[in-house]
């Protein structure tokens, strides 16, 4: 098994800034892709941002230059830098890792963590 806990969420006003902390631990495995998605009342899951292990990034539509996604490989965790927030961002932000999982090939989710960004 692989845990997956965020931290990070909380409350911030219109236009300010977060950093959301996703860590994976367990044993025997290395981490392909991180992925950030939220979800919000009534609403379908969508995807923030995803990096790959080797590096490359994609981003929601909404994202529009305004988050970062990074990763610390040492210590199987991602980042997201989210800035210039908006109430609209208002959601549960949950992380998703995709393993290779003594060679197979496994994904697991974060227990997700409340973003709530005042007006």
């Known amino acids: 098994q692989v845990q997956v806990v965020e931290s990070g969420g909380g409350l911030v006003q219109d236009g300010g800034s977060l950093r959301l902390d996703c860590t994976a631990s367990g044993t025997g495995f290395s981490v392909n892709t991180f992925e950030w998605y939220r979800q919000s009342p009534g609403k379908a899951r969508e995807l923030v941002a995803r990096l790959s292990s080797g590096g490359s990034t994609n981003y929601g539509d909404f994202v529009k230059g305004r988050f970062t996604i990074s990763r610390d490989n040492a210590q199987n965790t991602v980042y997201l830098q989210m800035n210039k927030l908006k109430p609209e961002d208002t959601a549960v932000y949950l992380c998703?890792?995709?393993?290779?999982?003594?060679?197979?090939?496994?994904?697991?989710w974060g227990q997700g963590t409340q973003v709530t960004v005042s007006a």
């Open positions: 998703n890792v995709d393993v290779n999982r003594w060679g197979y090939l496994e994904t697991y």
